[in-house]
């Protein structure tokens, strides 16, 4: 069992002899509980720029396989140099102040390190949202081109054949294991790549013999930093506002598809995200609830190891409270009870886990230089607390490497063991003092485990709700290196017919963790903790708008087997365009609102059908066929084009950032407004609909912005979310109803109820997403319920637990989307972060509706 110590104690201001440390200076006094961020929830209006929205989605990933040129045709060995061009100087980035190296320096410093010698490579594996380069260096031993196609046999094997690479005698004795380090994922968490560099620089200069056999026996992969925009800038989040460490499950963000894709391409045994800051240093492994599609005993096993060493070499610094402010190093699976959980892929370390990693862990580096004691702090005390810990990651690192080295065989012996499960079905092992000896406090609040389904179908033909979301899943599934067969021919599974050209994910494959993981619907966690880290639920099955059926056992279309089922490398295109008469676009997906916002730009006269479509003119056929290739839509053919006349909507929105890059995917022109751009005086001609979710509180602007917010929503529409978009109608009188908020940290995917009469919700899926739960009582009579929460309790998974007024059995029957005549309002999430694709278009119909 768990001791019974919960969560870090905060503790007061120490004086330090000797030195700046005097309250409030105390680094001891920024000790604070093991939150990630706080709140998940954003309370501030996003402002970022369209150029940073545009580059995320239409960056490429071109991290390269490895040892292969892009064409695939002839390998490479390493190193691996390059050149790099130097960037502008900007005497204006943020890390300048701390002492620590500028991103405009790193490129000069990559030269330099490759200059050292042969063991350095350095790789572009893409651009930032702003437009950084992100750097990958590989430290190893030289590799011929022939030594380079030795080791991406035995990597393939590894993944492909598990069985056949536990036995292969090269594998135990020439595999290089794969060490992966990831920094500055959060941008104002600088330290991780002060100590990257330091520690190429080492391995590239060292002579001794453990390195020398180190580097003989492992590639060593440093990401130098994963958000270089926020490093510049002094922010957590990218230049699109994205906190990169929550959007593994959607890959939303280039930086985060270019660690996926590292991931993929090198397949690490052992993975070290560095972050900033709890005082005493935290090392993971994590207190429960632990991910349930984890192969948990082997990634305890080792993670709990190497924390241990990592705490050995941190405490061994000699950093003490009383002289540095420096508390002892920690590890919450043995320190704590509850609130730094493993549970959601959406981290780092949490994601590389079904990538094959069987240690890995988030640091948090201990010593307080962000937000605001980057502000507050005299520059000489925050340089002294940046270089202790700059010292702090490189011991963490230093440990990790010589864990790494000795307990090589077994490690790969590990991973070897995840993929052998996934491809063969084996059990999961739960653990326990038996299968994990050596870690103590093993208890049965530990154990997770789930029931692997034999496999996924995605429908073809009338049985798929959108042809376009599955096709958008499949590539997604693809993308994270899950495997995916499509059927060529009609077959039955487990009593229930599928249609040529439905797609199959067989869960007997190396990842099926990660399969199960993204297409599950989940579980109800709420009597699990009273308290969890970050989201709880999600479901790209349930939450993406495709059909998907989970098959709990049966006889699948066998792979290659007279081509009853072919493996596939992208989805088959789902766009079409009926060759004649006047066309209807459904708008069920974002990308059919793009295209619908495309041929509004191009003013192509689009009429809204009752049933929610749009009428597209025959004469735009062009233009429609030019549409359905580029966002992979259909435009089927039109039997009634009778409905209201659609114009371009220009969307004034306060909202969080995920919500503002979802509108922007969509195709809305969309100004960012904020209480303080309204206080300044917005020109609200440039706007046809207001969406407020987050940052513009009427009763705090200025007697002349309030008029003119009032003046314009007297004649134009309001589209709102959660408390603020509430608190908005309320006080405008648009919408007659009580708002009712649940639980404040309540999240997970919900059961819903949809009008079927073509109002906003009508044909949308069943269930929805939310944070912060919100329904509507005492709605007045001319308020329409658009969507409510499922009769009962709602939660199908995530955490939502029973409090008096807030909890789900209180919100289950009640509205949950409303509108009015001028207003929606909306009490779900359905751009949380980018993620829940599927209800996108509830927004995008509501910004419609009432523009």
């Known amino acids: 069992m768990r001791p019974p110590r919960p969560v870090l104690i905060a503790v007061a201001g120490v004086t330090v002899t000797g030195s700046l440390l005097l309250a409030p200076h105390s680094a001891t006094a920024d000790r604070r509980p093991p939150l990630r961020e706080g709140s998940a929830r954003d309370r501030s209006a996003a402002s970022t720029p369209l150029s940073a929205a545009r580059q995320a989605l239409t960056a490429p990933v071109t991290a390269l396989p490895s040892g292969l040129t892009p064409s695939g045709s002839s390998p490479r060995g390493y190193p691996r140099q390059q050149l790099l061009a130097p960037d502008p100087e900007n005497p204006a980035d943020k890390s300048i102040k701390l002492g620590l190296i500028p991103y405009h320096a790193i490129a000069p410093r990559l030269n330099a390190l490759q200059r050292l010698g042969d063991r350095v490579s350095v790789e572009v594996t893409g651009r930032s949202a702003g437009g950084h380069r992100l750097y990958l260096v590989t430290v190893t031993a030289p590799e011929s081109a022939d030594r380079t196609r030795a080791q991406e046999r035995m990597r393939a094997l590894i993944e492909n054949a598990p069985g056949a690479a536990a036995g292969d005698p090269a594998v135990k004795a020439d595999y290089k294991i794969p060490v992966f380090f990831d920094s500055n994922i959060h941008g104002n968490e600088w330290e991780g790549t002060d100590a990257s560099l330091r520690l190429i620089e080492r391995l590239a200069r060292a002579k001794d013999r453990a390195t020398t056999d180190l580097l003989a026996h492992s590639r060593l992969y440093f990401d130098i930093t994963a958000n270089p925009d926020g490093r510049v800038a002094g922010t957590r989040a990218n230049a699109n506002g994205f906190d990169l460490n929550r959007d593994f499950v959607t890959a939303s963000q280039p930086e985060v598809r270019a660690v996926r894709q590292i991931e993929i391409d090198k397949q690490p045994a052992v993975m070290l995200d560095l972050h900033g800051y709890v005082n005493g240093t935290l090392i993971e492994p994590t207190t429960p609830p632990h ?199 009609g077959f039955r599974l487990a009593g229930r017919s599928y249609a040529r050209g439905s797609y199959v994910v067989d869960l007997h494959q190396p990842r099926r963790g990660l399969a199960n993981v993204l297409l599950a619907d989940g579980r109800d966690i709420s009597d699990k903790v009273s308290t969890m880290y970050d989201i709880s639920g999600w479901s790209l099955g349930r939450l993406w708008g495709a059909s998907v059926v989970r098959v709990r056992a049966g006889d699948l279309p066998a792979a290659n087997a007279a081509a009853a089922a072919r493996p596939v490398r992208a989805a088959a295109a789902a766009g079409y365009v009926a060759p004649h008469g006047d066309l209807r676009l459904r708008l069920d ?32 056929r062009s233009r429609a066929t030019a549409l ?164 009962g309790d709602p939660l199908l998974s995530g955490h939502w637990r029973p409090t008096a007024g807030g909890g789900p059995r209180a919100a289950g029957g009640h509205a949950c989307v409303i509108s009015g005549p001028h207003a929606v309002l909306f009490g779900t999430e359905p751009l949380f972060r980018d993620h829940p694709k599927g209800e996108f278009p509830q927004v995008a119909k509501a910004l419609l509706t009432v523009s």
């Open 589 to 620: 997906t974002p990308q059919a609102v793009a295209a619908l916002n495309s041929l509004l730009r191009q003013r192509v006269a689009v009429r809204r059908r009752a049933d929610g479509s749009a009428a597209v003119p025959s004469s735009a």
């Open 291 to 489: 991910g349930e599609n984890y192969e948990y005993d082997l990634f305890l096993k080792n993670t709990y190891a190497n924390a241990l060493g990592m705490e050995a070499a941190v405490d061994g610094l000699g950093y003490t409270a009383a002289k540095d402010g420096v508390e002892p190093a920690q590890i919450p699976f043995r320190d704590q009870r509850e609130g730094w959980d493993d549970w959601p892929p959406v981290f780092a370390p949490q994601y590389a886990a079904f990538q094959g990693a069987v240690a890995a862990h988030t640091v948090e580096l201990p010593l307080t230089v962000d937000n605001a004691a980057y502000e507050s702090l005299p520059v000489g005390e925050l340089r002294r607390r940046a270089a202790v810990n700059v010292e702090v990651a490189g011991a963490a690192m230093r440990a990790t490497l010589a864990y790494a080295r000795s307990h090589r065989a077994a490690l790969v012996a590990d991973q070897i063991e995840v993929f052998r499960r996934g491809a063969s079905g084996a059990a999961q092992v739960p653990v326990s003092a038996g299968t994990v000896p050596g870690v103590p406090g093993i208890g049965p609040e530990d154990v997770y485990t789930t029931d692997f389904p034999r496999a996924y179908v995605i429908p073809a033909g009338s049985a798929q709700r959108s042809a376009t979301s599955a096709a958008r899943l499949v590539g997604h599934l693809l993308a994270n290196g899950v495997r995916v067969t499509r059927a060529a021919h």
């Open 628 to 791: 359905a290739r580029r966002y992979d839509v259909v435009f089927d053919a039109a039997t009634d084009t009778r409905g209201t006349a659609l114009h371009r909507v220009r969307v004034a929105a306060a909202v969080t950032p995920g919500e503002l890059f979802a509108l922007r995917e969509m195709d809305f022109d969309v100004v960012p407004v904020s209480t303080a751009v309204l206080d300044a005086g917005f020109d609200w001609s440039a706007a046809d609909v207001l969406f407020v979710s987050a940052g513009l509180d009427r009763a705090r602007l200025n007697p002349a912005a309030r008029a003119a917010l009032d003046a314009f929503l007297g004649g134009h529409g309001l589209v709102g979310r959660g408390a603020s978009g509430a608190a908005l109608t309320s006080a405008t009188g648009l919408l007659a109803a009580v708002p009712v908020e649940g639980d404040e940290d309540a999240n997970g995917v919900v059961r819903v109820v949809n009008s079927r009469d073509g109002g906003i919700t009508s044909g949308a899926p069943d269930h929805s997403f939310v944070y912060a739960p919100v329904w509507f009582t005492g709605l007045g009579p001319h308020v329409r319920v658009e969507q409510a929460y499922a009769p």
